[in-house]
């Protein structure tokens, strides 16, 4: 089931990047169809960190531009091949864990909005896909390198 949920979302969300989905297109069906991830260049966690992003902009399926959020998007984004995702996740991360610590405290409110100003960001970086892409194939390129070099 979560697989399924995800792929929905993988393809959904880069449906509505490339510009390919209508408004009163749907795009449940596509889910079964080739994996979206391989035929974009971009992994799986990449792909939801992106879809999550994108959801939270919206409000919907439970996603918002907050602390719980924040929190899914650091989990997923842990195993994302992009350096421009892992980036981003560690910004949030630090955010996160000082929003954490303000909990109850006059910085909270701040900390909250840097969440939501990141997660926004976030977003705005997964519509360009061929950064996403570039950037994986970058960061495989190094690390191919480096053990060469090895």
Known sequence: MRGTTTAALVTSTLLAISGCANNGQTVESAATAAPAVTISGLDEATATVCGIANHATLGEDGYDLDLDTAKQVISIGADSKSTVI????????????????????????????????????????????????????????????KVGKD
């Open 86 to 145: 892992t980036s981003a996740v560690n910004v949030l991360k630090l955010t996160v864990r000082n929003a954490e610590n303000a909990a109850g405290g006059t910085d909270e409110a701040g900390f909250n909005s840097q969440i939501r100003t990141q997660l926004l960001k976030l977003q705005t970086t997964c519509q360009n896909v061929d950064a996403l892409v570039t950037s994986i194939q970058e960061s495989q390129r190094a690390l191919d390198e």
